[in-house]
Structures are given as C-alpha cells and as structure tokens.
C-alpha cells in the first residue's frame, strides 16, 4: 500500500495557536464519511491529540452529544457511534511491530468507518493509499504549529482545493 512518490494533492497551513488548529479539525469534521482515513504525524506534543479530540468533538456536537474524548494511548483505540457510522481514534505510539496493527481491527475499520490514525508509521504495509495525511510540526513560537495535509488519492483534491483557498478560517 505504501508508495514513495510525493503526494499530488497538498496544502501547507500556519496554525498560529491551539485554537487554529481545532478551527482546522472542526471544518474538516463534516467532509468525513465512511472509508475515510486521517494519518496524523508530528513528534510528541504537536497537537495530534488535540486535534482528533477537536474532530470528534465537533462530530457529536453536530449530533447533539457531549462526551469526554480521552487520548486513546492506554486503550490504543476509542471507537465513537455517529450517525450511522463508527468513528475510530487510534494512537498507535505503544506498537512496536506493523503486526499488532492486524489485531486491533484497523483494516476492516479503514474500510466501513471513519479513522483517526496517530503514530501512522507503526502501520506498515497496512498504511491505506486512500488516506489524507496530516502532519503537524512546532511553529515559530512555543504555541504555533504548521501542518502539511496531502493526500494521493483524488477524493481529497476538492478538500485540499478548499485547504488553500483558506475557507476554513471561516468556519467555527
């Protein structure tokens, strides 16, 4: 699954404070559906945990639900029942063989339900072609991060499209 060719599609964001980068995860919430995978990369404490808690926070407010979103770093995956769809939150920093990815479920999750993947590097070959990556990184202050989100697969250029015209700004 995996390929070493650069992305086609890609966007490159300024996130000047936790804040921007929940604006981010928010806006992108809606545009998710079935078969949707998100790979979050950055180093420890670049804001992946903030932002799938941001995604899926704003999923089951658009439901009329509050729960409390815990990082699912003990428990490896937090599964959450939308509207007629599954949203898994994986954190796989505590992997270390792409084997144990197999019995977690993933592969079939990547294929009926929405993913939120943090530590995608412990996928291996399992990483999906399909999938939109995020990758966070330190900004210029303690505060500010820059993500580059890409993707290969042409179901994401109209979101990337949307990405670089800043409309997400916008959105609440």
């Known amino acids: 699954m995996n390929d070493t060719a ?20 928010r806006w992108l919430a809606p545009r998710l559906a079935a078969g949707d995978v998100i790979l979050l990369d950055g180093p420890i404490g670049a804001g992946k945990s903030h932002f799938c808690r941001s995604l899926i926070q704003a999923r089951l407010k658009a ?5 409390d979103v815990p990082s699912p770093t003990y428990t490896l995956v937090q599964v959450y029942e939308l509207d007629g769809v599954e949203l898994w939150h994986a954190d796989l920093y505590r992997l270390t063989a792409a084997e144990d990815v197999a019995e977690l479920g993933l592969d079939e999750a990547f294929e009926r339900a929405i993913c939120l993947v943090e530590w995608p590097d412990r996928l291996g070959d399992m990483t ?38 800043a409309e997400w700004h916008r959105h609440d």
Not at 63 to 67: D, V
């Open 6 to 25: 650069p992305p086609p599609f890609s966007a490159r964001l300024d996130l000047p404070t936790p804040d921007a980068t929940a604006a981010l995860a």
């Open 63 to 67: 439901l009329g639900r509050m729960e």
């Open 128 to 165: 999906p072609d399909t999938a939109l990556r995020v990758d966070i990184a330190p900004g210029a202050d303690a505060m500010a991060r820059s993500a580059r989100i890409s993707a290969r697969d042409p179901r994401w250029r109209p979101v990337l499209d949307s990405l670089a015209s």
